[in-house]
């Protein structure tokens, strides 16, 4: 499995046979330079955590290039259904079988709201099957002990966890959610795209090693395989 960063909370994954792409936030990016384009990004399926700007800006305009199928709440997929697109609804603790692998919508802490004010559900994350792998998208959410009960059931070979701090965990937070899920390779998003969430990369890494963890911070366009 190939996670590329695309900047903010937006990952391309490039799994055997499926392209999945994770919010998409890349136009209204101020961090994204030129070199970064939406224009050849034609996934098979768009996965939404929730429904903040900075989360389903280009949802619309990537759509149009592949027909992809949204996964997320019910919510968020019944809004984007009635734009025309395909979509695929789920809520809290479920599972589903897709023909890229499995897919849990699991519980986030956080907010869900579109930026015309539409209610957006229940914000979520997802644990993903695929490949032989198994990894943990948190989307936004504060540091929460529903995280333990993620390893009850998966071992994780990546966490991708929110890092910015100020609208979700920060550093501190952050270690502490890659125990509470037993992961030791973790992946921080959602951080630098403004002066909120800016953060201290040295300082970020060398929190996780203290924990006996490791933090990848890969550049935007930089891949990690999982
Ligand atoms: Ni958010
Ligand atoms: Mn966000």
Redesign the pocket.
């Known amino acids: 499995m190939k996670i590329t960063f695309l900047g903010?909370?937006t990952l391309l994954l490039e799994l055997e046979k499926h392209t999945l792409l994770i919010?998409p936030?890349i136009t209204g990016n101020p961090m994204v330079s030129d070199t970064i384009s939406i224009k050849g990004l034609k996934p098979d399926y768009i996965l939404l955590t929730?429904a903040?700007q900075?989360?389903v800006l280009d949802v619309e305009e990537i759509a149009k290039q592949s027909d992809p199928v949204i996964i997320s709440n019910y919510e968020i997929a019944m809004y984007f259904e009635n734009k025309g697109l395909k979509a695929h609804p789920m809520n809290h603790g479920g599972n589903r079988s897709f023909p890229f692998g499995i897919v849990k919508y699991v519980q986030a802490v956080?907010t869900s709201s579109f930026a015309d004010g539409t209610y957006g559900g229940q914000p979520g994350g997802f644990i993903l099957i695929a490949d032989g792998k198994t990894i943990y998208i948190a989307g936004?959410t504060a540091l929460t002990m529903d995280m333990k009960l993620i390893p009850m059931q998966h071992t994780l070979d990546l966490a991708v966890l929110?890092i910015g701090d100020n609208?979700?965990m920060g550093i501190e937070d952050a270690v502490l959610a890659a125990k509470f899920v037993e992961c030791n390779k973790v992946l921080g998003y959602?951080y630098d795209t403004f002066g909120y969430i800016e953060i201290d990369h040295k300082k970020a890494k060398q929190a996780f090693e203290k924990a006996g963890k490791k933090l990848h911070l890969p550049g935007i366009g930089e891949s990690l395989v999982v």
Request: glycine share 0%.
């Open positions: 903010h909370a919010d936030f929730h903040h900075d989360h956080h936004d929110p609208f979700t959602h």
